[in-house]
């Protein structure tokens, strides 16, 4: 089983719908992120956490919310979207310390129409 | 975090050596540098850090210059499944430890 786990891989839905996009890992990491890919704009960070009850904005939080419902889950939340939130989405786990690499999930493919 | 400069693709030969340059010229001195890649649209994977001493471990080697204005990820023995695109990121090793992925070098590695 993969270390980070994302649900679902693959999702269309219709403007103004409420999305949830879930992640777990079971790496025991404090740190969880969340970043959203687009063609040719490399990753951008949209949320992170460090524990349970830290939530940080990253560079592009506007029209997302996030849940850390536990150390091990992370759920990034779309209430209402819109179709340029049409991309791909990815879930990291590192842990504690300033160094060190990044784990990450295997994407979630999010369509709006 | 400083911005780096990567060319858009790249190829090589298998079983060649792969040198992928970055140039991070506004690069401060508490700055690390980082290198990921991701196959096709799988989840990027980490490759190698390091703030101003060369290093290398068993998926590749980077060269950083003395003035640390710019580096190198060097693949010693490129295979078929290194064809990705290789992110070449600066940071502060500091708590927050947001990555700021550019659009990378997309490496063809070629039969």
């Known amino acids: 089983d993969a270390d980070v786990t994302q649900t679902p891989r693959n999702r269309i839905t219709k403007t103004g719908k409420r999305i949830m996009l879930e992640c777990s890992q079971t790496?025991?990491?404090?740190?969880m992120y969340w970043y959203r890919q687009d063609p040719g704009l490399g990753l951008r960070l949209i949320y992170y956490s460090f524990d349970v009850k830290d939530i940080n904005k990253g560079e592009i939080s506007d029209g997302y919310s996030v849940s850390r419902q536990a150390q091990a889950k992370f759920s990034l939340s779309l209430e209402s979207a819109i179709p340029n939130q049409t991309a791909l989405y990815f879930c990291?786990?590192?842990?504690?310390?300033?160094?060190?690499?990044?784990?990450f999930g295997e994407g979630s493919r999010l369509t709006v129409l | 975090d400083a911005k780096t400069t990567q060319p858009t693709s790249m190829d090589c030969a298998e079983g060649r050596a792969a040198n992928l340059p970055c140039n991070h010229s506004?690069?401060?001195?508490?700055?690390?540098v980082y290198w990921y890649r991701q196959i096709h649209s799988q989840g990027p994977q980490y490759i190698i850090h390091g703030l101003k001493n060369n290093e290398t471990n068993e998926m590749a080697s980077l060269i950083i210059t003395e003035d640390r204005k710019s580096s190198t990820l060097i693949l010693p023995h490129a295979t078929l499944r290194d064809t990705a695109v290789y992110y070449c990121?600066?940071?502060?090793?500091?708590?927050?430890?947001?990555?700021?992925f550019g659009s990378g070098t997309r490496l063809l590695v070629r039969p």
């Open positions: 506004t690069i401060s001195g508490n700055e690390y």
């Open positions: 990121i600066v940071r502060v090793l500091d708590s927050s430890y947001k990555l700021i």
């Open positions: 790496k025991g990491h404090d740190r």
């Open positions: 990291a786990t590192r842990e504690q310390g300033d160094a060190g690499e990044l784990f």
